[in-house]
């Protein structure tokens, strides 16, 4: 069954399916370019546009920005290295793109006064066409790929490079003011008078910066390889057991803590042991000293990582308005069903027999149990043994946007209790620290009630019956066609049995007549 259509013609509040439309298959296979002050770096993406998987992603260190405040050029050894990188790129391009490469320069380039000879120079070589962005135009781009993963979000953007720093206002996913400046790593590395004469210069810049911006009291988002590594510091520090970097959070007193810790512990040890390039972690210091500046002056009331920035930002200019509307995580797995799972479209009639038992739940959980009925089957190849925990593993690693680390556990605690009962005796006990009991609860029942629907397919329109979920007398009230009445076997009454056990329940069968 084609995933875009539907004969009753009800999608619910999720909307049609749009990743098969002409305007969303045209961003298949776009590639992107982004030349920093700090890495070179081919993203060619693919998949579900609205939360495109990464086809193909290499970043190469060049440093171009490197010495730039004293010499006012490029970095020599950089420039090569940077030539070298966008040749192989473009080559690569060439054999998997189904366009031309799409590629921007930021601080480095636009401030070297060898900058447009530069581009001249990758022009003739390889016949790429650089743009060189301002630094507003920087700002809005990375702000714009922060709301393609948070559609609708709002709050400050911090994008920090090699050489400058970029801060964008998003409202409502509009994005409002932005400003740049030169509290780029590499740039501060040059300051004069040491630490005493960066410490002023990076406060005098924050004041000038807030006085631009204003009050910002919201969600601080951050964007940039320095953060990424500080991130990931965090994360070591406080042993927190999901090393995805998207999404997490960090707050005021989480920052000040890693900084003591960053300065406390030998900076090539903690390297190694937080997976951090020898490059990236010599402006660690550098940069931590900036976040704090940051959220001293405007205090926001949550920190969260960006994986997506301006090459996100880039791919979301080009999309048209009613696919930057939809939820990136429900596009994202009807996708992956569209593509992988044994009967497409039956995640919908899935999530129709299942809601009944969420029906008090807010939206924002009903958005995840839609995702799980989704997602339910598509990893049907893996060997049954492990088949419930590479579900886990999937959900909570896999590129998917717009979730937060704990619905990443609840959705994958709910596909693993798709083919497991018990969750004990698995190897991401420890990640189920970070849900609260009720919440573990609701995702074996979703699970579970996942695992005895499936037994009740034979196509994606066929009447699977219905469930009625009455939680102050615990009474579990299932009625299924006539129909259905074969499928309702012995293994099927014993996952029923399952379900009525994770609510405490009692069971209520009857079967409708023709």
């Known amino acids: 069954m084609d995933g875009n259509t539907d004969p009753a013609g009800d999608w619910g509040p999720f909307g049609r399916p749009l990743f098969n439309d002409a305007s969303a298959r045209a961003l298949s296979r776009v590639g992107v370019v982004d030349v920093g002050s700090n890495s070179v770096r081919l993203v060619v993406f693919d998949g579900a546009a609205r939360s495109p998987a990464y086809f193909y992603n290499e970043k190469i260190m060049c440093a171009l920005g490197a010495g730039l405040s004293e010499t006012g050029h490029l970095n020599p050894e950089g420039r090569a290295r940077a030539l070298s990188a966008i040749r192989r790129f473009q080559e ?63 709050g400050l953007v911090c994008d920090i490079g090699g050489s400058s720093m970029e801060l964008a206002e998003i409202n409502d996913g509009k994005v409002g003011r932005r400003v740049t400046s030169a509290l780029g790593p590499l740039k501060l590395r040059d300051i004069k008078g040491g630490k005493k004469g960066r410490r002023a210069y990076i406060n005098d810049t924050l004041d000038q910066l807030k006085e631009t911006m204003g009050s910002q009291r919201n ?73 704090k500046g940051v959220v001293r002056r405007f205090k926001p009331y949550d920190i969260a990582v960006s994986s997506y920035g301006i090459r996100e930002g880039m791919l979301y200019e080009q999309m048209p308005d009613a696919l930057r ?21 039956f995640g919908k009639s899935l999530y129709k027999f299942v809601l009944p038992l969420f029906a008090n739940q807010p939206e924002e959980q009903k958005r995840l149990v839609k995702a799980a009925c989704l997602l339910h089957d598509v990893s049907w190849r893996a060997h049954p043994d492990y088949r419930a925990e590479v ?16 619905e990443r556990i ?21 990640l189920f620290e970070l849900l609260d009991e009720k919440t573990l609860t609701r995702a074996e029942v979703l699970g579970k009630a996942m695992r005895f629907g499936a037994m009740l397919w034979m196509d994606s329109s066929a009447d699977m019956g219905t469930m009625k979920w009455r939680p102050k007398k615990r009474h579990l009230e299932l009625t299924l066609p006539a129909s259905a009445e074969p499928l309702f076997g012995e293994v099927a009454k014993a996952r029923l049995q399952s379900l009525a056990d994770a609510l405490e329940a009692e069971t209520f069968v009857k079967i409708r007549k023709a």
Request: charged letters at 25%; hydrophobic letters at 40%; proline letters at 3%.
């Open 410 to 430: 609840f959705l994958g605690l709910a596909l693993m209790h798709r083919y497991r009962n018990k969750r004990e005796g698995t190897r991401f006990e420890n």
């Open 325 to 345: 509307q939809r939820d990136p995580l429900i596009e994202s797995c009807r996708f992956a069903e569209a593509k992988d799972a044994r009967l497409p479209g």
């Open 391 to 406: 579900c886990f593993d999937n959900a909570t690693r896999a590129n998917l946007g717009g979730m937060r680390h704990s």
């Open 219 to 291: 969600r601080l988002f951050l964007v940039g390889g320095s953060w990424r590594a500080i991130a990931r510091i965090d994360m070591e520090r406080r042993g927190y057991p999901l090393r995805v970097l998207h999404e997490y959070r960090m707050s005021a007193s989480a920052i000040s803590a890693t900084a003591k810790y960053i300065k406390q512990h030998d900076l090539e040890e903690l390297r190694q042991r937080c997976g951090v390039s020898a490059s990236r972690m010599a402006l660690v210091p550098l940069a931590i000293d900036v976040l």
């Open 92 to 154: 690569i391009a060439r054999q998997i793109c189904h366009g031309d490469l799409t590629a921007v320069a930021t601080a480095a380039v636009r401030e070297a006064s060898d900058g447009p000879d530069f581009c001249e120079e990758v022009l003739r070589e390889t016949g790429l066409n650089i743009h060189v962005i301002d630094g507003q135009e920087e700002a809005r781009l990375s702000a714009q790929g922060v709301l393609l993963g948070w559609p609708g979000s709002y």
